[in-house]
């Protein structure tokens, strides 16, 4: 079981690869992969809560200091379990007309 089992309103997964770039003085370029395994996120929102149930999310967060301990989650786009991390500077927290609304992106840490 996964160590993250907050509600998720919705997901968006975030896919990228590591891609070194060299430019020369003649304009031209080169790329090349760093490694092969893709760079994979998620950006992530909650349902709309109450006082206690952002309280429950902000306490996951600050118990993982941020973004400095890793956690498993399991995907809910392809039900595979990561090892994740909070994306630096993503956790976000929203009140609006008297609901708490958190917003939050994981980074798959290889």
Aim: net charge negative.
């Amino acid at each position: 079981m996964s160590d993250f089992a907050l509600a998720i309103e919705s997901v968006e997964e975030l896919l990228d690869y590591e891609v070194l770039e060299s430019k020369f003085e003649n304009g031209a370029e080169q790329r090349r992969l760093k490694h092969t395994s893709a760079l994979i996120g998620w950006r992530c929102k909650s349902p709309a809560l109450v006082l206690a149930g952002m309280t429950a999310y902000r306490d996951f967060f600050t118990g993982k200091y941020g973004s400095l301990t890793s956690f498993t989650w399991t995907s809910h786009i392809d039900g595979v379990e990561y090892t994740v991390k909070f994306s630096k500077g993503s956790f976000r927290v929203v009140r609006d007309e008297g609901h708490f609304r958190v917003t939050w992106d994981f980074e798959r840490v290889i």
